[in-house]
């Protein structure tokens, strides 16, 4: 059967915010509709692909492989419109937010959220820099800061953003030739050096005690950990939830699905200043609200 166009462009926004909080009431309270509405807008979509999007819980939904597939092709496709519109007819007066954050949540958490914020608040536009070691966070003064651990880095006062875990994961061939964690020993493990909590504390909650040292492979950023496992030679930790989507986009998957991901020592934490205007009023309640349904797994 072929597909004409999709007859309403909401049943996407709520495909999209359904699918970013896993949470037919969350989505209703970010589009300000109510849970049936986001339901029935839902079984709208699927009925018209012919394919079911969500697999639904008694408390929460979580994305069908067709669902996952799908949400990136969304995601861009609403933020498509939103260039568009902008370059064809103008922007309002706007306020621009300077947000610096550590480079794998900038790349794995924020970069897939900001088209939702823009959209939501059109008269706010975020310009988001990374960090990764401590004198990035200290080259420059934005805004806002996102800053993971280091708490008295760049001031007093921040408030916990996110908490974190760590899964091992690997590419496809690779995961499914852990069948236990002593079978992680076997591999060489990508291990990031500028972090407190890696394979050690995972060997510790896992039970392990290494005959011999382990083969690790050292970079400096979750981001460059991925990738390199992303060959099927190594396993790394993916540090969820800010690295969920980019584990997924590097192809990987859990070696260990049946346990749970390790809790690791440090926060993501959110610095503020002492006085901050409206824009950044609501661009804190917006990154609050959402890191509270952010899930740490993969």
Same mark, same amino acid.
């Given at each position: 059967?072929?597909?004409?166009?999709?007859?309403? @462009?909401?049943?996407?926004?709520?495909?999209?915010?359904?699918?970013?909080?896993?949470?037919?009431?969350?989505?209703?309270?970010?589009?300000?509709?109510?849970?049936?509405?986001?339901?029935?807008?839902? %079984?709208?979509?699927?009925?018209?692909?012919?394919?079911?999007?969500?697999?639904?819980?008694? *408390?929460?939904?979580?994305?069908?492989?067709?669902?996952?597939?799908?949400?990136?092709?969304?995601?861009?496709?609403?933020?498509?419109?939103?260039?568009?519109?902008? +370059?064809?007819?103008?922007?309002?007066?706007?306020?621009?937010? *300077?947000?610096?954050?550590?480079?794998?949540?900038?790349? +794995?958490?924020?970069?897939?959220?900001?088209?939702?914020? *823009?959209?939501?608040?059109?008269?706010?536009?975020?310009?988001?820099?990374?960090?990764?070691?401590?004198?990035?966070?200290?080259?420059?003064?934005?805004?806002?800061?996102?800053?993971?651990?280091?708490?008295?880095?760049? +001031?007093?006062?921040?408030?916990?953003?996110?908490?974190?875990?760590?899964?091992?994961?690997?590419?496809?061939?690779?995961?499914?030739?852990?069948?236990?964690?002593?079978?992680?020993?076997?591999?060489?493990?990508?291990?990031?050096?500028?972090?407190?909590?890696?394979?050690?504390?995972?060997?510790?909650?896992? +039970?392990?005690?290494?005959?011999?040292?382990?083969?690790?492979?050292?970079?400096?950023?979750?981001?460059?950990?991925?990738?390199?496992?992303?060959?099927?030679?190594?396993?790394?930790?993916?540090?969820?939830?800010?690295?969920?989507?980019?584990?997924?986009? *590097?192809?990987?998957?859990?070696?260990?699905?049946?346990?749970?991901?390790?809790?690791?020592?440090?926060?993501?934490?959110?610095?503020?200043?002492?006085?901050?205007?409206?824009? @950044?009023? %609501?661009?804190?309640?917006? @990154?609050?609200?959402?890191?509270?349904?952010? %899930?740490?797994?993969?």
């Amino acid at each position: 059967m072929s597909l004409s166009r999709i007859p309403s @462009l909401n049943w996407l926004r709520v495909f999209e915010a359904a699918a970013r909080t896993q949470s037919f009431v969350r989505a209703a309270e970010l589009l300000n509709m109510s849970p049936p509405a986001v339901s029935q807008q839902i %079984k709208s979509l699927e009925t018209y692909l012919g394919r079911e999007l969500f697999e639904r819980g008694a *408390h929460s939904v979580r994305l069908t492989p067709a669902g996952d597939a799908f949400l990136p092709s969304v995601q861009q496709a609403l933020l498509s419109v939103e260039t568009a519109a902008a +370059g064809l007819f103008g922007t309002r007066a706007e306020t621009t937010i *300077h947000l610096q954050a550590t480079l794998v949540l900038a790349a +794995g958490w924020l970069a897939p959220r900001l088209a939702w914020f *823009h959209a939501a608040n059109p008269g706010i536009r975020v310009r988001l820099t990374t960090a990764n070691l401590n004198a990035d966070y200290l080259r420059e003064e934005p805004d806002v800061r996102i800053v993971y651990g280091q708490l008295n880095l760049v +001031g007093p006062a921040p408030e916990r953003l996110l908490a974190e875990a760590l899964v091992p994961v690997a590419a496809p061939a690779l995961a499914a030739m852990i069948a236990e964690p002593a079978d992680l020993l076997a591999h060489p493990l990508v291990e990031v050096e500028t972090h407190r909590s890696g394979w050690l504390q995972v060997f510790a909650e896992l +039970g392990l005690n290494p005959d011999a040292p382990p083969r690790f492979e050292f970079t400096d950023s979750t981001v460059m950990a991925l990738a390199l496992a992303s060959s099927g030679e190594a396993i790394a930790l993916a540090r969820v939830p800010a690295a969920q989507h980019l584990a997924r986009m *590097h192809g990987l998957v859990p070696c260990l699905p049946d346990v749970a991901p390790v809790v690791a020592v440090d926060h993501y934490w959110l610095h503020m200043p002492p006085a901050p205007s409206r824009a @950044l009023r %609501k661009f804190r309640d917006w @990154l609050l609200a959402d890191a509270g349904v952010s %899930k740490c797994q993969l």
